[in-house]
């Protein structure tokens, strides 16, 4: 094969093949038609051997005389550079040259040469197409280059976008989602990171709870009324029990409760938010002697742990004041309730991280924090147990005299206003207050409201005398009877229109003589000394649910009100009012508030004292002592209606009533008994109440000699020296 030529290929035109020149030769003349070393074209239709198309097919070259014709794709355009463009362009034929090229460059060190290629003449023969079926006709080898078709113009590349502007923006974007994830993490690491780290901490802590002792209530002594002692509870996790009525089975001797209880409390449930709960209380307050025996018995399921009971000592001593609390030490009734947030202490709590399973131990080292658990305060009372204990005694065997009755004694000191004692009949075991009766829970000198009767007249004389109606030597006669509005008022005791002294209309209780006094100080004046006494509204003893009572509007007065309301009916009244009221008549004339509560003792032993007790003048020290001797007449004067209430060695000063009991406004069959007292007369240190409701009647029997037994046990009790012999006074009932 000949060796390939350095010389560009020419056409039959004279002008190079692959060049981007014009058809016009660069000298200004024509382009002979001599035979040149093909182009591109004729680069193409080489074979991978290095032979031409035309060498493969046996058509002559150039040197052989025979005449060079073009290639089926030579002959699509008449553009010589059209190969060149269509391979800057990206085109097929580029594409097409690459491949076909590829092996000849593969092949290193052959040089091969370019057959010059016979020009097409007008009756050369045409190799056929490679892709036609049919024959193309032969182009003019005259045609000059200038009239051909020209080529066809490159396309024009897209406009690309400013590569700043997307720059710019992507530039904006990355630094803002920067600055999103930044502020994430600075949340997630300074604001959010105690609830991420406390939440995994949850998920493996205990928390046990730490119960704060509950203060307790002494007497004004010291000595416990009510305290709290440690105990312990036992429960059940009833996930955990394999078989509850075994379980069951063993622990009712121990616990007291029924087998088919302790079942119910261990059967299965769901909490509200469908998890199965692990916690059931079985016993509450449990002693600790108990409580060992159950843990001795290893059932499985059933836990034990600290608790607290309130241990009562007296067991019904004051129980009507005192009240209960509930199993969880929470105030229910009497003063438990009342001071509930003085006695309760913050429970404290330990949580500490523990294992799972069998590992459920603290773990060492690990998360633990412990609150305190702070003591309430203790409650220190005016009540003084000895005498608080004598006095429900003495009641208690007066009220057995009558059957389903009730009936409320107080003690009061003077000057001070201190209850020592409150009693309350019937009552019931403050160690175990479930099993009784509602109504014997309830404390009688503060809830029990009644017509106090007769003991109301001290009321009516004590305004007659402070406003100069009356004077200790007032006499006037009176009747047997006497009329208000449309109601006539009878004595017990007749007068027959006898002129009496005001000491006798005390003695025998004389309605008559109380109506004509309180006639005389008129309505407004006699209601406003009500009020002045402590009656319409609570006295604010310290008990909880105290009844106000209530006195009958200056409005509301009808005629026969003018003969009732003296006399102690149409007035709604509690047993604690009147003892208050009369403990101001013997503190020569001041009132002075009943409390129950001494001082608040906290947790680190300060003792706070109470408030001071509310105090107000009613009389005036001359009148109260007037009122007072007057009053001693009712234990003195032969046939009067508080002998039975005399104490022997002691001048004592008081009244006797009769009234009645009212529920819902309707009165209640029999009546309310009553004596109110003072004792010495001549200089008084305790006032007492006592108060007896007898359904069938009775109680007059009743209070008068309690009365005696309760101020003979505290005189003697406080060592009250007694009144000077031949002190008492005399008394003219009928005076000339």
Known sequence: MPPRSDEPRRDPTGSRRGSARDAKPTDGEPRTGEPGIGGISGARAYTPRGRTVREERGTPTRGQGAEQRRTPRSTRSGDPFRPALQVLDGGRAAARAGRRDAPAAG??????????????????????????????????????????????????????ADSRLRLRLGTVLALTLFAVIGIRLIFLQAVDAPAYAGGGVTDRTRTVELPAPRGAIYDSTGAPLARSVEARYVYADPT??????????????????????????????????????????????????????????????????????RDVPGGDLAANLIGFTSQDMDGLEGLEARYDNVLAGQDGKRVYEAGLGDLGAPIPG????????????????????????????????????????????????????????????????????????????????????????????AITYGAALQEGVITPDTTFPVANAIKMGDTWFPDTHPADGKRMSIPGMLAYSSNVGAITVADRLGRDRLIDYQKRFGLGKPTGEGMPGEASGRLLPADEWSGSSYG?????????????????????????????????????????????????????????????????????????????????????????????????????????????????????????????????????????????????????????????????????????????
């Not at 009712?252 to 299965?268: A, F, N, Q, T």
């Not at 005498?387 to 001070?416: D, H, N, Y």
């Open 107 to 160: 092949r290193g060190g052959v040089v091969r040469t370019v057959v010059p290629r016979t020009p097409r003449g007008p009756g050369g023969d045409e190799p056929p197409p490679r892709r036609r079926t049919t024959p193309r006709a032969p182009r003019r080898a005259d045609r000059p280059a200038a009239a051909r078709r020209p080529s066809r113009k490159p396309r024009r590349p897209p406009k690309l």
């Open 240 to 309: 955990q029990v394999e078989d509850p009525a075994a379980t069951a089975k063993a622990l009712s001797p121990l616990l007291g409760i029924p087998v088919s209880k302790l079942m119910e409390l261990m059967r299965p449930r769901k909490l509200e938010n469908g998890i199965a709960s692990t916690f059931a209380y079985l016993a509450r307050g449990v002693e600790i002697p108990t409580a060992k025996r159950v843990q001795a018995l290893e059932l499985p399921g059933i836990g034990v742990h600290r608790d607290e009971r």
């Open 366 to 457: 690990g998360y633990s924090r412990t609150t305190p658990a702070k003591p309430g305060s203790s409650l220190s009372l005016t009540i003084v147990r000895d005498l608080q204990f004598r006095t429900q005694q003495i009641l208690s065997a007066g009220m057995a005299k009558v059957p389903g009755g009730t009936g409320a004694a107080v003690i009061m000191e003077i000057p001070t206003g201190a209850v020592l004692a409150q009693a309350s009949n019937p009552t019931y075991d403050a160690a175990k207050p479930l099993p009784s009766d509602p109504v014997s829970r309830e404390d009688a000198a503060t809830s029990f409201v009644v017509d106090p009767g007769s003991v109301h007249k």
């Open 564 to 736: 009732s309301v003296p006399i102690g009916h149409s007035v709604d009244a509690t047993p604690l009012q009147m003892t208050a009221a009369y403990a101001a008549i013997a503190n020569n004339g001041t009132y002075v508030q009943p409390h129950l509560v001494k001082e608040v003792i906290g947790p680190d032993g300060k003792r706070t004292p109470a408030p001071a007790p509310v105090t107000r003048s009613v009389l005036s020290p001359q009148n109260a002592a007037a009122l007072r001797t007057m009053l001693e007449a009712v234990t003195t004067v032969d046939r009067a209606t508080g002998l039975t209430a005399a104490v022997p060695g002691y001048r004592v000063a008081g009244k006797t009533g009769t009234g009645w009991r009212l529920v819902n406004g309707k009165k209640q069959p029999g009546e309310v008994s009553s004596f109110i007292g003072m004792a010495p007369a001549e200089n008084p240190r305790y006032v007492i109440s006592v108060f007896v409701y007898a359904p069938n009647n009775g109680g007059a029997a009743v209070a008068g000699p309690a009365f005696r037994d309760m101020m003979q046990f505290t005189l003697r009790h406080y060592r009250v020296p007694p009144s000077a012999a031949g002190s008492a006074p005399k008394f003219v009932v009928y005076p000339r």
